[in-house]
């Protein structure tokens, strides 16, 4: 790891107040890590803000993360839990002690945006993403490949950093365009840009989810059982609750209720109704990270996922 990137841990590690797993007023203090504050991390912010965490006797710090920093701290012990499942299956098929536990989207939320005319015309331009490895790099990669262009070579990618820096720097003529997530395509619509294609009718994968440590999935498995259903009210809750869910998108993201609106309806169905994840969801990660030559040979969905911890923590709930 770079010096930097040690920096930045460290930092991320200081923000947080008392270790985790020690006690606030009788709940148990878990610290949850998500990529970017958007659309597709909603279920966490609804559920502290509706106190689906507390119902489940859970005090929870949220922090926004860069992907690759995320892994590390995951795979360090330095937090809890990560919402970023595509970054840690990717980091669990290198080997890293790492698994998804529930699967909170069944698509990426990302949409092509650029003031170009197609996919195609994007040759020879420079897209931005929001880091190295993470899902939106990736994801823009597929995107690209399905249309026939060769990323880093017909198409330059430009680190940037979080999805909202990517449109500063698109409105400031910097790039061409990138793959964003609600509400940006959105705010990027009103200055004139394009939402080229959404990456949901082209790649269905898990997107965001819970996931922990092997340490945490074998020794403290109750509570990761208790973030799940957590989870499960939360998705239940965007899903079931229109009205609600926009306010709250409004509110926590300080959006416009027509942005949040236009967010909401973009993405409501590509949230889970259950959490359980997919084992064909899985392979089809598996199958593209192989095509993509960062993986030599096939991995069993185990290396990756827990599958029985969802079915596990439902089952055991009054209800439901």
Known sequence: MTSYSLLALGLIVATLVGPA????????KIR???????????????AKEKGFYLKQGLDVDLVQVAPRLAITALAINQ??????IGSTMRAAMRGLPVRAVASSTIAPFFALVSKEKSVQDLKGKLLGVTDPG???YQVTKLILSHYGLVPLKDVQLLTIGEEKIILEAMLAGRIAGGAISPPWPF???????????????ILQFPFVGPTAHLDKIKNQREQVKRVIRAEVDALRFIRER???????????FKMDRDIAQKSYDFTASFFSKDARISPEAVKRLIALEKEAGNIKEDVDVSQL????????????SPGR
């Open 32 to 46: 949850i890590v998500y990529a970017s504050r958007g659309l597709p991390f909603l279920s966490v912010f609804v």
């Open 242 to 252: 229109r009205q609600e869910s926009i306010e709250l998108i409004a509110r926590i």
């Open 134 to 136: 993470g899902t939106n």
């Open 79 to 84: 937090v809890d839990y990560s919402m970023n």
């Open 305 to 316: 996922a827990d599958l029985s911890l969802v079915d596990e923590a439902l089952r055991q």
């Open 187 to 201: 705010e990027a619509e009103r200055q004139g840009f394009k939402i080229l294609v959404k990456a949901a009718d």
């Open 21 to 28: 797993g020690s006690l606030a007023q009788g709940l148990e």
